[in-house]
């Protein structure tokens, strides 16, 4: 058995959606060993949606669950599912791209797109790919077992079609929708995933009053 981030760690250099420049969380040093204090100690700050995280239904809806309301077992997915899918910059995923491979018995669907090789680059965050509402409403309503959908480039929505984006959040996480809503885990690293995936553990950064919160991935391996 092999366990495996499928996260990325933040650091200086992550990219960010609609910014050409990556962000850098905000680290300070507050106590220094090598200055003679007894301890280090460090102060950290960053945004919520920055780096690997997860988006909640609190996200878009003000009657929606926020991250750390959910229980332990939500992040606990045995029957992942990596579909590769192939999209140009700024296209929208739609139900066509993955009809028919989708399984029915799947709790957490990961789209590998291969995007990951632009992390880094403004490309990955100003003409990123996203997914289409359509989409969200056809998983809610044929794949109820899902209970999230995660991704290898920077968010659900496309730079380029922002009001479809907005519009693919809510399709996804509208707790008055049909079924439950599919949590989104978005800038995912799915680039050492292969056909042994068994287990897959996403666990957010469990804050009180955020929507939405960075999230560790692991995969486990057979």
């Keep these: 058995m092999k366990i495996r981030f499928l996260s990325y760690p933040m650091d200086s250099q992550m990219p960010v959606y609609g910014f050409a420049a990556?962000?850098?969380?905000?680290?300070?040093?507050?106590?220094?060993?090598?200055?003679?204090?007894?301890?280090?100690?460090?102060?950290?700050g960053f945004n919520n949606h920055w780096g690997t995280h997860v988006d909640a239904p609190a996200h878009?809806?003000?009657?929606?669950?926020?991250?750390?309301?959910?229980?332990p077992d939500t992040w606990c997915f045995k029957r992942p599912q990596v579909l590769d899918v192939r999209l140009k910059p700024g296209e929208l995923l739609r139900r066509q791209h993955i009809e028919g491979a989708v399984k029915k018995r799947s709790d957490l669907l990961l789209l590998r797109s291969g995007w990951a090789k632009r992390r880094g680059r403004p490309v990955y965050s100003l003409n990123n790919p996203g997914i289409h509402e359509e989409t969200g409403f056809w998983l809610r309503k044929y794949f109820p077992g899902i209970r999230a959908v995660g991704f290898d480039w920077v968010s659900l929505s496309s730079h380029a079609w922002k009001e479809e984006g907005r519009a693919a959040h809510r399709a996804f996480l509208d707790p008055s929708g049909r079924g439950e809503p599919l949590l989104i885990i978005e800038d995912m690293d799915l680039s050492g995933v292969n056909r042994g995936l068994k287990e897959v553990w996403a666990l957010p950064l469990r804050v009180k009053g955020p929507d939405s919160a960075p999230c560790t991935v692991v995969g486990v391996f057979r």
């Design 60 to 71: 878009f809806f003000k009657n929606g669950r926020k991250a750390v309301d959910y229980p």
């Design 22 to 44: 990556p962000a850098a969380p905000d680290i300070k040093k507050l106590r220094d060993l090598r200055k003679g204090d007894s301890s280090d100690s460090y102060w950290i």
